[in-house]
C-alpha cells in the first residue's frame, strides 16, 4: 500500500522536526560544557575529589564558567584537575585564587569553586595551576559527630551521677545545698568578709592620704625632702656636734677644778677654807683706802702750796689747750 502525499509530508515534518530538537539539544549541551565556545586549560592539584566527576561545572565567585575535563590520579595522595574555563574569564582570575570542591545544593553534584584572591597578583595564564584547598569531607563530619555524641553521652552519666551526689547531700557542694546551718555559717562568714574588705579598702584609702601628704612641704618630712634644707640642717647638726664636743671638755675641766677646790688645791679653796687670811686681805684693803684718801690729800695741799702751785696751774693750763684744740 502506497503512501499517500500527506502522509509523506507529515513524515518529513517529524523528521526535520526531530532532527531540529537533536541539533538544539547538541548545542545546548555543548554551550553548557562549553565545548562551542573559546576556552583555556586550568589545573589544580587536590587530595580527594570528593565525587568529582568529568563535565561537572566549574565556577568562579557563584557564576559558571567552565567544566572538569580531566581528572587524572597522580598517586595515592594527590588528584590533578583539569578544568576548561572560559577565554573572556581569564582576566578576572589571578595567580593567587583557591580552588575548593563543594556540591551544587544539598544532594547536588559536586562542582569546583574558584575563590578570588587579594588581586595583588598578575592574571593567570592558559596551562597555569592555581591552588587548591581540601574541604572537610562527610565522612569526616559524621566521624566527629560520632566522637562527639559518645562525649556528651559520657559528660551526661557524669552529670547525672554529680547531681545524684548532690541531691543526697553529699561532697560540699550537696552539704551546702541540704545542710541549712553550713549556709548560714557561710553566708554570716560572706558577711564579715564584706566588711573587713571595707575597712581594708578604708584603711587603704588613709594610708594613701597620709602618704600624698608627706609630699606637701609644709609638712616636716616633706621639708626634709628640700635639698637645700637637708643641707642647712646637716650643717647645723655638724655644728651642735662640735658644740657639744667642747661643752664636755669645759665640763670636764670645771669638774677637774672643783675637784682640786674639794681637795684643798688652788687659791680658791685657800681664800674660801682660811677665815684669816680673809681678814687679812680685808684689812690690807682698807688699809690701802685710807691711804689712797691721805695722798688724794697730800696732793690737794701740795696744789695749794706756793713752791709747787705754777706746776700744777701749767698742768691745768695744758689740759685746756688739749680740749681746745679736739
Not at 125 to 153: V, W, Y
Request: proline share 1%; glycine share 6%.
Amino acid at each position: 500500500m502506497e503512501k499517500t502525499a500527506s502522509q509523506k509530508i507529515r513524515l518529513g515534518l517529524f523528521v526535520l522536526i526531530g532532527l531540529l530538537i537533536f541539533i538544539l539539544a547538541i548545542y545546548f549541551i555543548g554551550d553548557k560544557q562549553k565545548m562551542f565556545g573559546k576556552t583555556n586549560h586550568l589545573e589544580s592539584t587536590f587530595s580527594n575529589v570528593n565525587g568529582l566527576q568529568l563535565g561537572n561545572n566549574v565556577r568562579f565567585s557563584g557564576v559558571n564558567v567552565g567544566t572538569v575535563r580531566e581528572i587524572k590520579m597522580i598517586n595515592d595522595s594527590t588528584i590533578k584537575v583539569d578544568m576548561i574555563i572560559d577565554k573572556t574569564i581569564f582576566n578576572l582570575i589571578k595567580k593567587d585564587a583557591i580552588a575548593t570542591i563543594g556540591s551544587d545544593g544539598l544532594v547536588g553534584s559536586m562542582v569546583i569553586n574558584i575563590l578570588p584572591g587579594k588581586g595583588e597578583l598578575s592574571e593567570v595564564k592558559p596551562g597555569d595551576e592555581i591552588q587548591s584547598l581540601d574541604r572537610i569531607r562527610t565522612d569526616d563530619l559524621l566521624n566527629t559527630f560520632s566522637k562527639t555524641n559518645k562525649n556528651a553521652s559520657l559528660l551526661t552519666e557524669n552529670l547525672l551521677e554529680i547531681t545524684t551526689e548532690i541531691n543526697k547531700g553529699k561532697g560540699t557542694i550537696g552539704l551546702l545545698i541540704n545542710d541549712i546551718e553550713v549556709a548560714n555559717d557561710l553566708k554570716e562568714t560572706m558577711h564579715y568578709l564584706k566588711i573587713s574588705g571595707k575597712q581594708t579598702s578604708e584603711s587603704i584609702t588613709n594610708l594613701n592620704k597620709i602618704i600624698t601628704s608627706l609630699n606637701n612641704k609644709n609638712n616636716v618630712i616633706g621639708v626634709l625632702k628640700d635639698t637645700a634644707v637637708a643641707n642647712n640642717i646637716k650643717t647645723i647638726v655638724n655644728n651642735l656636734d662640735q658644740s657639744s664636743s667642747k661643752i664636755n671638755k669645759v665640763v670636764d675641766n670645771l669638774n677637774k677644778t672643783i675637784l682640786n677646790i674639794k681637795d684643798g688645791k688652788g687659791a680658791i679653796n685657800y681664800l674660801s677654807n682660811d677665815p684669816k687670811l680673809v681678814n687679812k686681805i680685808d684689812s690690807t684693803m682698807t688699809n690701802m683706802n685710807q691711804a689712797s684718801i691721805q695722798l688724794n690729800e697730800n696732793l690737794e695741799a701740795l696744789k695749794h702750796n706756793f713752791l709747787f702751785r705754777g706746776y700744777f696751774k701749767k698742768q691745768e693750763r695744758k689740759k685746756k689747750r688739749k680740749k681746745t684744740n679736739q
